[in-house]
């Protein structure tokens, strides 16, 4: 019987399809929806309050879960700069640690300018409002109070609705290169404090390098007033 060439090639493209379909269904098995006691914990860990100098997370997405079952402990990661879109919570249970990509609002009080303005416009307190903003993404300090801002000149353009950082207006620093402040590590409820010498003149939210005049170690602060640096680790669990 005359059999077409065309038939074997079929036959092996079945076989094929036989052996290496199970192996093409079975990722989909790892977009499964995690598990619920996961999902409960993550959310009782936002719900009770992540809070990062003045700003509040609420939870957009998860990138990937951990794959276990049960309660899991979240916390921020040690060195959280600023307060970015995206990043890494650390998720542990027991002996076991992942680090799960998340996006995120931040929510915070802050001011915004009411109508678009051009670069070197002196800041008036009827060009400003307070309101609740997500400042996800951005750097430098915000304000919550226009009364400070009043006299100062803008360094950039500004949109409506955009909120006015330190790095877009120009303020006179508050701390001084040679200046000793005082050094406020936060760990947790626990609150250290030491005395520190400036490497640099810095205004207020900027970031500034001190030498700890106990150890001698440089280390990277937020400036809070003309006195006191802040180190911040910040955690939680739910």
Request: no cysteine.
């Amino acid at each position: 019987m005359f059999r077409h060439p065309l038939s074997k090639s079929l036959s092996i493209a079945a076989l094929l399809l036989t052996v290496l379909l199970p192996a093409l269904i079975l990722p989909g098995s790892a977009l499964a929806a995690p598990d619920a006691t996961v999902q409960q914990s993550l959310n009782r860990f936002f719900d009770n309050g992540v809070a990062v100098t003045g700003a509040t997370a609420e939870l957009i997405k998860v990138e990937s879960w951990p794959q276990t079952t049960g309660s899991v402990v979240w916390s921020l990661p040690n060195h959280l700069h600023g307060h970015p879109k995206r990043f890494s919570l650390v998720a542990v249970q027991g002996k076991k640690r992942w680090y799960v990509p998340v996006h995120v609002h931040w929510w915070a009080d802050a001011i915004v300018i009411k109508q678009p303005v051009p670069a070197r416009s002196l800041l008036s307190k009827d060009m400003m409002m307070k309101t609740r903003t997500d400042i996800a993404g951005h750097s430098g300090y915000w304000w919550d109070d226009s009364t400070t801002l009043v006299g100062m000149r803008l360094n950039r353009p500004l949109a409506k609705d955009d909120v006015i950082l330190s790095s877009y207006v120009k303020v006179e620093p508050l701390i001084k290169r040679g200046d000793i402040v005082q050094v406020i590590l936060d760990l947790g409820r626990l609150h250290v404090r030491s005395e520190g010498k400036a490497l640099r003149s810095a205004g207020k939210g900027d970031r500034l390098q001190v030498k700890n005049l106990r150890s001698n170690e440089v280390i990277q602060t937020i400036v809070e007033d003309k006195n006191t640096v802040r180190v911040s680790l910040y955690g939680g669990q739910g």
